[in-house]
């Protein structure tokens, strides 16, 4: 099986721009999750979509939307990007639908944002 | 609410020491733990994971056992090698999937010939 694929993997904007990032989850995974990772804060939830809904939100401004189509693909948006948003976006599918044996994430290498 | 605190080192090691990184969690419930490991320039990938309690996960070498008394999942390895140096990020899957993974600050781990 294919493993989880983001794009690009390397993204240099300037202030004020927008951004949009894509996740491709593993075949038959409902659940994308994004993260963002900075050396200073660590690694940060992001939001989680499930079946094109979002499941759960983490604590980011709304300048960070998301949204999940129906074959699973999902793409996170940032607007108006500010030097902070430098990071490594890390996208996580899983099946997650209740059972323990499914709760495992799988990351993909992530997307590396430079905000010049 | 659900959380998880894990010593943030860096933690420095010679070749072939013994290795602990200590996990403690906090969970209504009793979530599914697991250790990820991040490799320079990759994602995470999961090293081990443990759904119920006195479960013991293993693979590489590395071992942690779920331990519901004292809320810990903590990561040992009796023998690291140079190639083990990485970053491990211990995290919580709660009982429901209609709740978020928790991860822990990662623990930076180095180790030296």
């Known amino acids: 099986k294919a493993g989880v694929t983001q794009t690009p993997r390397y993204l240099i904007k300037t202030r004020g721009q927008q951004v949009t990032l894509s996740c491709s989850p593993i075949?038959?995974?409902?659940?994308v999750s994004w993260y963002q990772q900075t050396p200073g804060q660590g690694l940060q939830f992001l939001f989680e979509y499930f079946s094109e809904t979002q499941r759960n939100k983490g604590n980011f401004p709304g300048r960070f939307s998301g949204r999940q189509f129906s074959n699973s693909r999902s793409e996170m948006n940032v607007s108006t990007l500010e030097l902070g948003d430098s990071a490594l976006y890390l996208c996580?599918?899983?099946?997650?639908?209740?059972?323990?044996?499914?709760?495992?994430?799988?990351f993909g290498p992530g997307t590396r944002l430079t905000v010049l | 609410g659900n959380s998880v605190t894990q010593m943030e080192g860096p933690v420095t090691l010679s070749e072939e020491a013994f290795l602990t990184i200590n996990c403690t969690y906090t969970?209504?419930?009793?979530?599914?733990l697991f250790w990820y490991v991040q490799y320079p320039g990759e994602g995470l990938q999961l090293l081990l994971k443990a759904t119920k309690a006195d479960d013991k996960g293993s693979n590489k070498g590395f071992e942690a056992t779920y331990r519901k008394e004292t809320t810990s999942f903590h990561l040992e390895k009796g023998s690291v090698q140079v190639s083990d140096s990485a970053v491990y990020f211990c995290?919580?899957?709660?009982?429901?999937?209609?709740?978020?993974?928790?991860f822990g600050p990662g623990t930076s781990l180095s180790v030296i010939p």
């Open positions: 969970a209504t419930g009793y979530p599914s």
């Open positions: 995290a919580l899957s709660p009982k429901t999937s209609y709740d978020k993974v928790i």
């Open positions: 075949s038959g995974h409902r659940s």
């Open positions: 996580a599918s899983s099946l997650r639908d209740g059972s323990f044996s499914t709760d495992t994430q799988y």
